[in-house]
């Protein structure tokens, strides 16, 4: 007599309590709660200047961190805005970061931006000088 048939059946099954499994529990995943612009300046050390405008804020919470933050910002704030988060790497003109944006926030062609160092923390900015008078500064900020 063979068994095939028996461990065929077996694995069927198996594969529907699989599927069922995460069906089931889909919709029970904790939500995820909403970040502060607050925490993620805190986890990064990033000063923002009075007139900034956050545009908007997500973060991800794991083994690692991340936050990513968007801020208008008057353009003569922009060095001052770098100094007083400590960030002392040069920009590099049209220097792009393959991560992914805010929404509804995507760099333009004028850009330049770095990476630094603070502690743990990397930090990669890029300033977005599409509009000269109000550039929007992007900031990626992580542990590995």
């Known amino acids: 007599m063979t068994r095939w048939p028996v461990i065929a059946a077996a694995a069927v099954a198996a594969a529907v309590l699989a599927v069922a499994a995460v069906l089931f529990t889909a919709d029970r995943e904790e939500p995820v709660p909403p970040v502060t612009a607050s925490e993620a300046l805190a986890f990064g050390g990033v000063v923002l200047p009075p007139d900034a405008d956050v545009l908007g804020v997500r973060g ?9 933050l968007a801020v208008a910002v008057e353009a003569a704030d922009v060095p001052t805005m770098l100094a007083e988060s400590g960030f002392a790497t040069s920009l590099e003109p049209g220097r ?17 931006s770095a990476q630094d160092r603070r502690g743990r923390v990397i930090r990669e900015v890029l300033v977005d000088r ?7 500064v992007h900031w990626w900020l992580f542990t590995t």
């Open 60 to 68: 991800e919470k794991g083994v690692d961190q991340l936050y990513i």
């Open 96 to 112: 792009q970061v393959h991560m992914a944006p805010i929404d509804g926030h995507a760099p333009g062609a004028d850009v330049a």
């Open 130 to 136: 599409t509009d000269p008078a109000r550039p929007i």
